[in-house]
Structures are given as C-alpha cells and as structure tokens.
C-alpha cells in the first residue's frame, strides 16, 4: 500500500485511530550531520515508535533556509541562522505518529542546549543554542507548511507498519 493518498489510507485501515496520520517535519542540522549523528537521531525516533514517511539529503540555498525560518526573519541571528542551515547538507524528514509534533519537540529539547534536558536530543549531544543539531516543528500550522516546503507530495508514503498494532494496539 505504498504511496496511497492520506483519504485511501484511512479507508484502508479504519480500524487504526486517524489520529495517527499527524506529522511532523524533523532536520538534521549541518552541524548534526557532520557530527556523523543522523543515525542517532533517526534512532530516538523510531525506537519510540514514530514511522518516517520522507527522507533526502540536501544543501538549502540561504533563500530557502530564510523561507524556513521566515517566522525568525526579525531576529538579530535570522542571517547567521540561514547562513549556517544553507553552509551543507541537511537531511529533511517527515515523521509520523500519534502526538508526534508535541512529542517530537519533547524528544529534541529545549531550543538552548544548556537548558535542555538529560536524554535530549540537544540535552545529550548539543552545547551551544546556534549549533543545536537539529529542527522540528513547533506546532501542527508550521508542520504542514514546513512539510509543504521541503517536500513534494509523491516524495512523503503512506503505509501501515507491521508493528503499529504493537505501538497502538
Ligand atoms: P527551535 O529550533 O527550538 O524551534 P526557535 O524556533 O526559537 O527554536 O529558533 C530556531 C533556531 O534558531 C534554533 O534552533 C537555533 O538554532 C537558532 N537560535 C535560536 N535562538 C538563538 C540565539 N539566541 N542565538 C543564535 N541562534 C539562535
């Protein structure tokens, strides 16, 4: 069932709770890949549960690091920020799961590494607020846009897992 439109979806699998169709937009930051710590953060991910739905490497223009962070544009760090986001390669994700966009944000930590806590994200692998390693949606507006932003529809599946009916019940 790869690659079923979201409405297909649903109707193939009634049974599981729609509220699992949310998603959230997860990045690895220039600094987290170079750290060699995609994996670890993939892992975090899926090990709670969450199913990844896209996923691709890419080196943003400063244009659409500044798109992303449209939201920051007033902000004396927006030009170091798109700069640093566009300064290498990135790996862009859309995760999926009940409550992933909250809990997403729980799992990286608090924006400032050293405020973030023990078993963070940032809190385990990160120092310093301006190489935080990674990005993720703040709520379910800026998911949709950042989703729509940094992915085409026919690059996102949608598929159920064998193992969902052990994640949800
Ligand atoms: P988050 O990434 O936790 O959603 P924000 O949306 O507030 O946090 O900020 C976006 C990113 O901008 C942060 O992840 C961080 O990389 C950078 N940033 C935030 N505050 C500062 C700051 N005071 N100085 C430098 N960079 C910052």
Same mark, same amino acid.
């Given at each position: 069932?790869?690659?079923?439109?979201?409405? &297909?979806?649903?109707? @193939?699998?009634? +049974?599981?709770?729609?509220?699992?169709?949310?998603?959230?937009? #997860?990045?690895? =930051?220039?600094?987290?890949? @170079?750290? /060699?710590? !995609?994996?670890? !953060? !993939?892992?975090?991910?899926?090990?709670?549960?969450?199913?990844?739905?896209? #996923?691709?490497?890419?080196?943003?223009?400063?244009?659409?690091? *500044?798109?992303?962070?449209?939201?920051?544009?007033?902000?004396?760090?927006?030009? /170091?920020?798109? +700069?640093?986001?566009?300064?290498?390669?990135?790996?862009?994700?859309?995760?999926?799961?009940? *409550?992933? !966009?909250?809990? *997403?944000? =729980?799992? #990286?930590?608090?924006?400032?590494p050293q405020k973030s806590e023990p078993g963070t994200i940032r809190g385990d692998l990160a120092v310093v607020v301006g190489r935080n390693i990674i990005h993720g949606s703040d709520g379910p507006e800026t998911a949709k846009d950042e989703i729509n932003l940094w992915f085409k529809p026919e690059e996102l599946?949608?598929?159920?897992?064998? &193992? +969902?009916?052990?994640?949800?019940?």
């Open positions: 069932a790869l690659a079923l439109p979201a409405a &297909a979806y649903m109707l @193939q699998d009634q +049974e599981v709770h729609a509220a699992e169709l949310e998603r959230t937009f #997860i990045a690895v =930051k220039p600094d987290g890949v @170079q750290r /060699g710590l !995609i994996s670890e !953060i !993939i892992s975090r991910f899926e090990r709670k549960g969450y199913k990844l739905v896209g #996923i691709k490497v890419v080196v943003p223009s400063k244009e659409f690091a *500044g798109k992303h962070y449209h939201a920051l544009k007033d902000k004396p760090f927006f030009n /170091g920020l798109s +700069e640093f986001l566009s300064s290498g390669p990135v790996v862009a994700m859309v995760w999926e799961g009940e *409550g992933v !966009i909250t809990y *997403g944000r =729980k799992l #990286i930590g608090a924006t400032d599946v949608s598929f159920t897992s064998n &193992a +969902e009916k052990w994640i949800y019940g």
